[in-house]
């Protein structure tokens, strides 16, 4: 059996020169209740990644569905986040469903601030980069 490494490491390089987006990955915090001034605030947020380089792009058989969020109707849309392959995590973490990937910078100006919530992550020793599922709620 031949050795991987050395294509493994190229397939890898290739594909991080594709990642043109800058991202941000965080778990948001429990919301917090503020007696003082009677509201709910959003609790802290924990990076788990970035600000980083990163691919983004909608899954092109998804078609997105429609949904109801309240008073209001959601549409959610597919899309797949790569990161580089050796991106580390904070120790002990895990990426989980409801994490959170906001778009800082990109070649598209019409994605900077999207915010796109994780469905899954997919792991892999001979992946080119770690690709994670996410949908855009908006």
Sequence with gaps: MRDLAPFLARGRQAHQS?????VRMYRQGEDVF???????????QADL?????????????????????????VSLRDYEVALPWSTPLPPGTR?????????LASEDARMVGLVLY????????????WRINAE???
């Excluded at 594709?18 to 800058?22: A, F, I, P």
């Excluded at 503020?34 to 802290?44: F, I, K, L, S």
């Design 34 to 44: 503020d007696r003082e001034a009677g509201q709910t605030a959003p609790g802290p």
């Design 95 to 103: 990426v989980l469903p409801g994490d959170r990937i906001e778009v």
């Design 118 to 129: 994780v469905k899954a992550a997919q792991y892999g020793g001979t992946a080119t980069a």
């Design 49 to 73: 990644y970035g600000p980083g380089p990163a691919r983004v792009r909608a899954v092109a058989q998804a078609t997105g569905t429609e949904e109801q969020a309240g008073e209001r109707e």
């Design 18 to 22: 594709l990642m043109g987006e800058q």
């Design 136 to 138: 855009d709620r908006s």
